[in-house]
């Protein structure tokens, strides 16, 4: 579903992403795991499309297209989600209304027809049980006022109604409370199956104790470092990420 | 710079009609007013008020006088109350108000003994010249003057529309809520041709009582609109002021409001969008004269194409106003690289246990909330236009949810679709 080789990028013409091999298939859950600073975080928007990242070498594919072509919309329509570390405030658009609209893009995307209000509705009460979200916050400002744990939780209310074929959960792990990070964990796991994939970018290995990868990768300075199996998450946990050899040649960490 | 002899034609016929009727102090009034206007002439950029907006245009053009003209009823106009003006001149009334609290300015003016003649122009004062030569022009006008406890539910909706080129029509109203009292006022001004428009607007809050005042421009694009608004507050008071300015060539709004009674609190929301080569002045006066007193101000200005928007905001806390209570914000938006925003947001405090903060903001759209909306799947051009129109809602929240809102918002909707869509091209 997703090939990335050689990918390098630059911010600002420093690089931060040295050479990744990455391949995910569809019913995977991979997790790449790194310090701060090893450019986790640039990997998953660089999957997304946003803008101010400079793709000096490498490409990526996602179900057979060049997705580094595609606009980030085009991507989302594509079935590309990017679950935020930060998730964007927006004062005066309601949640529901983001909702609304970008289910409708995706849906036209798959040729499938726009939801009215009423079946719409109907199809999001069903999305929010499934996250454990109160009603009352479909008709908030888009994560304006949110709590840390809100805001993650609606990351994965919009994933949950978007059913992207390609999850990237950016750190979602992160600022969250126990309640809070097994609420999310439960809405990822539902959303599981074979036909779609998920990377999660996660500092600590906390988060895969709910959520169980088959891959684990160790990014580092832009590289990939170390690659296993869930064990390896385990390993990390209890070493750190001291004992790797963050210099090692990008041939031997290929997934 | 005063008008020169061969110039004042026009004003010497418009003052010759306007003068025919009225209360001779009234008459003596027009006639002071209209020297003082010769005298003194247009404000110049020269003053610091007018340093961003020329009248120069305006100077030059051939006004004259014109005849009784149409209304433009627009769309879905919410039910309430309704009076209709045609250049000027009242055309149509549909209220089940009596005519002495809802009718034509000059017939009370007539009556002296109501009390709201009294307080005709003592707000207005007789330092502007536009507001002087309003008071020696203006004709017909509109009184709205509610008794103790009188409430009005519907909305008092005054459709202001002027329709011929070169045509000068100066507007004049008095609304006076006596204590207790409550009423809904929307001024709508629109039109078509190149004409110039100069209401002066007085509005007396009683004790306890409550006005929502919104004017709402959508004045036709080559018009000139300068509009003075003023308004005394007595205790307790309440006044919620919204002015959407979403059309016309020029368009300078002066508003000031005197919170004069303890315990007064007042809300002035704008919105002001300003395309093509449009240019919108918002001048704004919040007096903090009695103690706990409060203020909540909200502008929100978008600028497109080569259009130009001014906010300047004036607080002013004077000595006897303790616990004064005083937020302002200006948010400005630029949709493209030769729109131009100039916010000037000032506080004078002259008394020590006050709460005042004021902050401004011009900039372009947060790229990062564009990205976020874009990686939902939604369009580049429909994550800008629906965080575009976001940002212009917030100066709505002064009016209450329901049909006014609805209404006001779809106006303002509408405006936005237009200029974002202008500024494409």
Request: proline residues 4%; contains cysteine; aromatic residues 6%.
């Amino acid at each position: 579903m997703l090939e990335i080789s050689n990918l390098h990028v630059a911010v600002n013409g420093t690089p931060i992403l040295k050479g990744i091999d990455l391949t995910v298939r569809a019913g995977e859950v991979h997790a790449v795991m790194g310090p701060n600073g090893s450019g986790k975080s640039t990997l998953a928007h660089v999957i997304a499309g946003r803008e101010g990242y400079e793709v000096t070498a490498g490409e990526i594919r996602y179900l057979d297209r060049n997705l580094l072509e595609l606009a980030p919309e085009e991507r989302a329509r594509a079935g590309i989600f990017l679950a935020f570390q930060y998730p964007v405030e927006i004062p005066g658009v309601a949640n529901i209304q983001l909702l609304k609209s970008a289910l409708n893009q995706v849906r036209r995307a798959r040729g499938e027809a726009e939801l009215d209000a009423m079946d719409f509705l109907d199809y999001v009460q069903t999305r929010l049980a499934l996250v454990g979200m109160k009603e009352e916050l479909l008709y908030r400002s888009i994560n304006e006022g949110f709590s840390g744990g809100e805001k993650k939780r609606n990351e994965i209310l919009q994933m949950a109604v978007l059913e992207p074929r390609l999850a990237i959960l950016d750190e979602t792990d992160s600022g969250l409370d126990i309640d809070a990070l097994k609420a999310v964990a439960d809405g990822v796991n539902a959303l599981r199956s074979h036909e779609r994939a998920m990377v999660l970018v996660t500092h600590y290995q906390r988060l895969l104790n709910y959520i169980r990868p088959d891959r684990v990768h160790v990014l580092a300075a832009g590289r990939m470092v170390k690659s296993g199996g869930p064990e390896l998450a385990s390993e990390l946990e209890e070493r750190g990420y001291g004992w790797l050899d963050t210099t090692a040649e990008v041939g031997e960490a290929r997934a | 710079m005063r008008i020169a002899q061969e110039d004042r034609a026009a004003y010497v016929a418009a003052g010759r009609s306007a003068m025919e009727a009225g209360p001779s102090w009234l008459k003596l009034d027009r006639h002071e007013a209209l020297e003082n206007f010769f005298r003194a002439g247009f404000p110049a950029r020269e003053a610091e008020a007018w340093k961003y907006t020329s009248l120069a245009a305006l100077e030059r053009q051939q006004l004259h006088s014109p005849a009784p003209g149409v209304e433009f009823l627009p769309d879905g106009l919410p039910a309430g109350h309704l009076l209709g003006y045609g250049n000027g001149y009242a055309l149509s009334r549909s209220s089940a108000l009596p005519e002495s609290m809802l009718g034509r300015l000059d017939a009370a003016l007539a009556r002296t003994t109501l009390p709201a003649a009294a307080r005709f122009g003592t707000l207005a004062g007789r330092e502007s010249m536009l507001v002087a030569l309003n008071t020696a022009l203006w004709r017909e006008g509109l009184v709205l003057h509610l008794p103790a406890q009188w409430r009005v539910d519907e909305p008092i909706f005054v459709v202001r529309t002027i329709d011929e080129d070169g045509a000068m029509v100066h507007e004049r109203s008095l609304i006076v809520l006596e204590p207790g009292a409550e009423a809904t006022v929307v001024e709508l001004c629109n039109g078509r041709g190149d004409y110039w428009r100069n209401p002066v607007t007085e509005i007396f809050v009683g004790a306890q009582a409550r006005l929502l005042y919104v004017r709402l421009v959508e004045d036709g694009v080559a018009a000139t609109h300068t509009g003075a608004l003023f308004a005394r507050q007595a205790q307790d008071s309440r006044l919620d002021v919204l002015s959407l300015a979403l059309g016309g060539q020029l368009t300078r709004q002066d508003i000031a409001l005197d919170l004069a009674g303890a315990g007064a609190s007042a809300t002035l929301h704008g919105c002001f969008l300003a395309g093509g080569r449009a240019h919108v002045d918002h001048h704004t006066r919040i007096e903090h004269t009695a103690a706990h007193t409060q203020s909540r101000e909200i502008f929100r200005g978008i600028a497109a194409g080569r259009g130009c928007g001014v906010f300047d905001g004036l607080i002013v806390v004077r000595p006897g106003a303790q616990k004064a209570d005083a937020q302002q914000s200006s948010r400005n938006l630029l949709l493209s690289p030769h729109a131009e925003i100039d916010a000037k947001p000032q506080l004078e405090i002259y008394a020590d246990d006050v709460k005042c903060g004021h902050g401004a903001t011009v900039g372009r759209l947060d790229e990062s909330q564009v990205f976020y909306l874009r990686s939902r799947g939604i369009g580049d051009a429909q994550a800008r236009a629906l965080l575009t129109h976001a940002f212009a809602l917030e100066a709505c929240a002064a009016v209450a949810p329901g049909t006014l809102r609805d209404w006001l918002t779809q106006r303002l909707d509408g405006a936005l679709d237009r200029l974002v869509e202008g500024g494409r091209k």
